[in-house]
């Protein structure tokens, strides 16, 4: 018998620990906004947080998630207002959308560590999440702007969310 | 630029407003030349009742019919009928409708999407407007030209009165309903949400990660199937180890699936999807139940036909035959050996190029792995899909299954990527074919193995070619030879040339030629089909002729395209120079073509192509590295894509997706060992990682004409703009694709 929280929740697992965490997330407990892109650790689409860092869960054994907390895109906010998935709608980051879970993790578990990261910060921390469609120039905007929202709200600014919404950030065309 | 925010939604069947009409329908752009236009599902007629509900507190809900993969089509097509309909988008909601042919043209691909739609959605969006002024205009006793429209209102500002759409949708129904071709619409000046950037209505969907697309499909009682599919094109399962299969963990099913013949019988796979090959198929309460049983599969394949098929050997059987008379000549102006066989005479002046360019397989590799989900019960089959042809999915999987299409329905559902593979409809047919099988409903998952390895691959090709400049520096003699594949006198699908393209009918001796060699791999359409390599070889080796004639690369491009061209001929298609002269000259002018000097090893390379209705002009700025490792600095695109870009946020990011999408294919290969593809996952066909992503600049140049499509035109440039900036920065030419085959690779 496997323990494990789940954003947040308490859950158990009797079946094969060897199956990755990935098809748990997805066909045992119904959270689809995990994705399987590649199965081999090569895209990311699967990235969650385990006990704060971000994984591969097509590459994690259940075994391996035992006894660890695990968040996943749903847990990220009930309703979008993570600083990260309000910048991403701002920004317009997703075509298909279909990696965004995952490069939404990444984003999350890099500005957790490096509130201020640079591009080539940027770079190394989201190399690992491939995107199809090739929203990488926004996404990179988006990870910035995220940076500095989240910056200027702890700087006292009472965060309401009309402040937060703010102003058009798209890539500014004539 | 504002952009304002819809979201989806489900309401019930109940419509506020009904109306009948004729619409022009859709019309199809081809997904590749040969079958241009032509073809296509039957144009329907269009209710508007089937794409507008109002309800009382004003909430439109549009339908919109086309299949979403990440160009915000969703949105686009209910950005026009809103607009015409005079609504507020923030009152907008949007539905996915099911595959039927009452909303005419539901197909997704060739960038048709926006020339398919504009005047159709407009023209449905304005009759529901001029019903609601009728309605109006009765109520009140006064003239319809007297009232006007705002925000989901009529109004009658003479006697200062107005009512909401919502209000009147009882009585607009009753209107006699206005003929939809003469229906009178906006004038561009007053449009409040074309041009403007709005967010999918799928957008916080995703990214709180709801269960929105193919793969999330869940039915109750679903059960999850995997499929080995024959590895070899034509091969048949013959026996497989089932009973053992059977006996593990949560399998419920295992059989062989016989499959249809040869689907090479088949010269047009688009709209007639033979799919449905040979394979054994494993069903189990979990997919990974299912995926797990199959390690320990062992099938007894029948190879067929194809079981020895080899690249290598392909290429050799290609050097072989460009070598011989070709078989076939697709277009031919003037002579050109003459023109060749000056070249020896002395003080003539007459200077001439031979390169040989190698074009490999491809493949889509969409982020979502191929999936359908499908429930059969009591004769009757309903369907959960992402594709981009879903009326010919359905027609297609009726047959297979011995049903009326009536009894069939198709829910179209959110795709992760298409780029053209969801335009066949194979996993369909499996899904459908396992549903039925077992009496259950099912969920069929690829694996990206699976997806990799049983794709309907980009075809590829090789182009032998031969060019000449005269002393003056001028074009004057082209020769394609190019080897293709397919059978006997046909191109694999997507694999031909279109013989106007440029510089056809801008060189005075020009001449296409094609040989034709067996093939035994699915082809199709891949973002620019055709355009995608076409484009690289042509534009690299005019490049090529460019430098020999001592000419800056651009000025040689306008130069040509300032020639008086000849005409096309019946089916040929063809760019107008002066648009493409209006974007060359933009992306000049945007990028300091020219301007600034570069150091050794940095370069920038111009490249253009016209495709999907779209004049694309491309330059890249590049840094080639030791060891030949290439880092793209910058990119600059200019596009004439008409008078109107409806939706600036989605156009600029389909070009930059479609920029990135094309760096990758520069890394991507498809190769054939013992019939079978050897490439599995992306480790092995890899596309490009966000510290390889450059910034990419895009201008739009409108010019009065109809507003074109986004998805693909914006590819088949960056290849040849890469490699023509690597020649000027390292003397070597790219003549074979992945550019790893000659060393390089991105930084
Ligand atoms: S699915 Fe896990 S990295 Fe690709
Ligand atoms: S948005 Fe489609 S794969 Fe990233």
């Not at chain 2, 369909?428 to 259950?440: C, G, H, T």
Request: glycine share 10%; hydrophobic share 40%; net charge positive.
């Amino acid at each position: 018998m496997i323990k494990l929280k789940v954003n947040g929740n308490n859950q158990q697992f009797d079946g094969d620990p060897e199956m990755p965490l990935l098809w748990y997330l997805r066909d045992e407990i119904d959270l689809k906004g995990t994705k399987f892109g590649c199965g081999m650790g090569l895209c990311g689409a699967c990235t969650v947080h385990i006990n704060g860092q971000p994984m591969r869960s097509c590459s994690t054994p259940m075994s391996a998630a035992a006894n660890k907390a695990v968040t996943t895109i749903e847990g990220l906010s009930a309703d979008g207002t993570h600083p990260v998935q309000v910048v991403w709608q701002e920004l317009d980051v997703p075509q298909c959308g279909y990696c965004q879970a995952g490069q939404i993790m990444s984003a999350c578990a890099l500005l957790a560590k490096t509130p201020k990261p640079t591009d080539a910060q940027i770079d190394s921390a989201m190399n690992g999440n491939l995107c199809r469609c090739g929203t990488y120039l926004r996404i990179r905007a988006a990870i910035h702007k995220a940076a500095e929202m989240t910056a200027s709200n702890k700087a006292a600014k009472p965060a309401t969310k009309a402040s937060r919404v703010g102003a058009s950030l798209l890539p500014n065309k004539k | 630029m504002k952009k304002t925010n819809v979201t989806n939604t489900n309401i019930g069947r109940r419509s506020f407003l009904q109306v009948t009409a004729l619409a022009g329908g859709g019309l199809m752009l081809g997904l590749y030349p040969k079958i241009a236009v032509a073809q296509g599902p039957p144009q329907a007629a269009l209710n508007p009742t089937d794409f507008i509900r109002i309800a009382p507190n004003g909430i439109v809900t549009l339908t919109s019919r086309n299949t979403e993969i990440g160009q915000n089509i969703y949105n686009t097509l209910a950005m026009l009928i809103a607009e015409e309909l005079d609504v507020d988008w923030k009152d907008v909601r949007l539905v996915r409708p099911d595959a039927h042919p009452k909303y005419g043209n539901q197909f997704t691909g060739g960038s048709s999407g926006t020339p398919g739609n504009w005047d159709a959605m407009r023209q449905v969006g304005a009759a529901g407007r001029q019903m609601f002024i009728a309605a109006a205009a009765q109520t009140w006793g006064v003239a319809v030209a007297e009232c006007t429209t705002a925000s989901g209102r009529v109004m009658h500002t003479a006697s200062n009165r107005s009512a909401s759409y919502g209000e009147l949708a009882a009585k607009a129904v009753t209107m006699p309903v206005p003929e939809l071709r003469s229906v009178k619409l906006k004038d561009a000046k007053d449009y409040k949400i074309i041009g403007t950037s709005t967010i999918s209505a799928d957008t916080k969907d995703i990214l709180t990660g709801k269960p929105i697309f193919g793969i999330d499909v869940t039915v109750p009682g679903m059960l999850y199937a995997v499929m080995q599919r024959t590895p070899v094109l034509g091969g048949k399962a013959v026996s497989a180890n089932l009973d053992a299969i059977k006996a593990m963990k949560g399998v419920k099913h295992a059989f062989i699936i016989e499959g249809r013949p040869l689907a090479s019988d088949y010269p047009n796979y688009l709209f007639q999807d033979p799919g449905f090959e040979s394979g054994v198929a494993i069903v189990a309460d979990s997919w990974w139940a299912a995926q797990s049983a199959r390690e320990k599969l062992e099938v007894k394949w029948d190879a067929g036909k194809w079981g020895t098929q080899d690249s290598a050997e392909n290429a050799k059987k290609a050097v072989e035959l460009s070598k011989q008379a070709a078989m076939r000549t697709l277009r031919k102006d003037g002579d050109v050996d003459p023109v060749f066989s000056r070249a020896s005479v002395p003080n003539d002046g007459i200077k001439t190029v031979e390169a040989n360019y190698t074009i490999p397989f491809i493949a889509h590799g969409t982020m979502e792995p191929q999936n359908c989900t499908a429930h059969f019960k009591d004769g009757k089959l309903e369907v959960w899909s992402t594709s981009q042809i879903p009326q010919p999915g359905r027609t297609a999987t009726a047959q297979l299954l011995g049903l009326k299409e009536s009894d069939v329905t198709v829910h179209m559902v959110r795709g992760g990527g298409g780029f053209g593979r969801r335009a066949y409809n194979d996993i369909m047919l499996d899904a459908a074919w396992i549903s039925k099988q077992i009496n259950a409903p099912v969920k069929l998952l690829w694996s990206r193995e699976d997806d990799m390895q049983h794709d309907y691959y980009r075809c590829g090709g090789f182009q032998f070619m031969k060019g000449a400049v005269d002393k003056d520096g001028k074009l004057v003699a082209w020769h394609d030879h190019f080897v293709a594949y397919g059978e006997g006198n046909n191109f694999a699908h997507d694999g031909g040339f279109q013989p106007g393209e440029f510089p056809a009918r801008f060189v005075p001796n020009y001449r296409v030629q094609s040989s034709v060699m067996g093939l035994g791999l699915k082809t199709g359409a891949l973002r620019a089909p055709y355009s995608n390599s076409t484009a690289w070889v042509i534009q690299s080796f005019l490049d090529e002729l460019a430098h020999a004639a001592g000419k800056d690369p651009l000025q040689f491009r306008l130069d040509l395209l300032a020639g008086t061209p000849l005409p096309l001929g019946q089916r040929e298609q063809g760019l107008n120079a002066e648009r493409m002269t209006g974007v060359l000259k933009l992306v000049a002018e945007k990028s300091g073509w020219g301007q600034r000097k570069l150091p050794k090893g940095k370069a920038q390379g111009v490249a253009f192509h016209f495709s999907h209705r779209g004049y694309f002009a491309e330059v890249a700025e590049v840094t080639v590295l030791a060891n030949k490792k290439i880092k793209v600095n910058k990119v600059w695109v200019a596009a004439d894509v008409g008078s109107h870009i409806i939706n600036p946020s989605s156009a600029e990011t389909q070009v930059q997706g479609a920029v990135i999408d094309g760096l990758s294919e520069m890394m991507q290969e498809i190769t054939l060992k013992n019939g079978a593809v050897v490439q599995s996952n992306y480790h092995q066909h890899p596309w490009l990682k966000m510290s390889q992503a450059p910034p990419i600049e895009v201008h739009f140049l409108k010019t009065n004409n109809p507003p074109t499509g986004m998805g693909e035109p914006a590819l088949p440039p960056i290849l040849p703009a890469v490699c023509n900036a690597i020649f000027t920065a390292t003397g070597e030419r790219i003549r074979t694709l992945p550019i790893t085959k000659q060393g390089f690779s991105f930084a």
